[in-house]
């Protein structure tokens, strides 16, 4: 059974405290790894894919790394806007090809 | 702009009373999905369709259905809706297989009293 699991649950810094947000996950062939970023009642907002280990991709002060098993987002020298609940999900082969699994998120808040 | 829209974006309902949320989408995408999120919590997927073919998640509760008539237009039922369905419905769509990220909805949040 494919599995993700996201750390921490809950993250609190302050402004311009650079940090990393951890998905490790369990997967039978990985198709592809996600992030999105989810306002309170809002729905998740696409923000990376990530396909190979050691890929990289960067977004303003968002950065998303990958390897066999897991996945980092760092976030550079936060703003109070960076606050939102990251999600992380994976494609794996075994997923009916479109099913994605997603993590239970790490809620993010950063103090002025 | 290309979007998913959700209607209504709040919905109150009473126990057991019948409600019907939508979800329409510009993207032309082939692939629709149903999501339940309650607080905290990673999205549940309900439903998701490939075109017309519908797929039912095997832990879906029987008190909800879903429509989908045409590509733009999909449908979530909740036949009794119980204190426990209160939650954010999302809708996600995919055009697969040319890409592999979904793009969602801004949500149904529904209060059942």
């Known amino acids: 059974e494919d599995q993700v699991t996201q750390s921490p649950e809950a993250l609190r810094l302050q402004e311009g405290e650079s940090s990393s947000l951890n998905c490790s996950y369990t997967?039978?062939?990985?198709?592809?790894l996600f992030w999105y970023r989810q306002d309170p009642g809002k729905g998740p907002e696409f923000l990376f894919t990530l396909y190979s280990a050691g890929e990289e991709k960067e977004k303003e002060r968002l950065k998303a790394t990958l390897t066999k098993k897991e996945s980092f987002l760092h976030i550079t020298a936060p703003k109070p806007e960076d606050s939102a609940t990251y999600l992380c999900a994976v494609q794996a082969e075994s997923g009916g090809s479109y099913i994605p699994t997603f993590g239970r998120g790490t809620s993010l808040i950063v103090h002025p | 702009d290309a979007m998913v829209i959700q209607n209504p974006r709040y919905q109150v309902t009473q126990f057991g009373k019948p409600v019907t949320l939508s979800c329409s989408q510009t993207l032309n995408h082939n692939v629709m999905y149903w999501y339940q999120q309650k607080s905290s919590q990673a999205p549940k997927l309900l439903f998701h369709y490939y075109d017309k073919d519908f797929n039912n998640e095997a832990d879906t509760p029987d008190n909800f259905q879903s429509r989908r008539p045409n590509t733009s237009f999909c449908f979530l039922d909740i036949r009794s809706p119980g204190l426990g369905d209160a939650a954010m419905y999302l809708c996600?769509?995919?055009?697969?297989?040319?890409?592999?990220?979904?793009?969602f909805g801004p949500g149904t949040r529904l209060t059942v009293l």
């Open positions: 997967v039978s062939g990985l198709r592809g």
């Open positions: 996600a769509t995919r055009a697969f297989p040319a890409h592999n990220e979904q793009f």
